[in-house]
Nanobody, 118 residues
Framework: QVQLVESGGGLVQAGGSLRLSCTAS????????MNWYRQAPGKQRELVAT???????NYADSVKGRFTISRDNAKNTVYLQMNSLKPEDTAVYRC????????????WGQGTQVTVSS
């Protein structure tokens, strides 16, 4: 089992920055992928960024060039650095750990609210 705890959300003006953190109760080196999702009211849940066990990363087109996902393996922590924030980035951001061993499963953090004012 993996427990995930997020932090770093808050209120920021457009153009500002926030850094989200997600700390796992297990080594992230044995998790296939760590992901950040977001969901705004009335909107479809969106995969924002992914970092794989091998260290490769991917981003949604809407955040490319503005967001960066990174990790600190010693701290079992994944970060999402969000720069040049826009009002449309407002959402609940949730950390996800996708595992395939010993079973295929998705673990979720509790979510952290990000609000960007214009």
């Amino acid at each position: 089992q993996v427990q995930l705890v997020e932090s770093g959300g808050g209120l920021v003006q457009a153009g500002g920055s926030l850094r989200l953190s997600c700390t796992a109760s297990r080594s992230i080196l044995i998790i296939n992928a760590m992901n950040w999702y977001r969901q705004a009211p009335g909107k479809q849940r969106e995969l924002v960024a992914t970092i794989t066990r091998g260290g490769s990363s991917n981003y949604a087109d809407s955040v490319k060039g503005r967001f960066t996902i990174s990790r600190d393996n010693a701290k079992n922590t994944v970060y999402l650095q969000m720069n040049s924030l826009k009002p449309e980035d407002t959402a609940v951001y949730r950390c996800n750990a996708h595992t395939t061993y010993p079973a295929t499963y998705d673990y979720w953090g509790q979510g952290t609210q990000v609000t960007v004012s214009s």
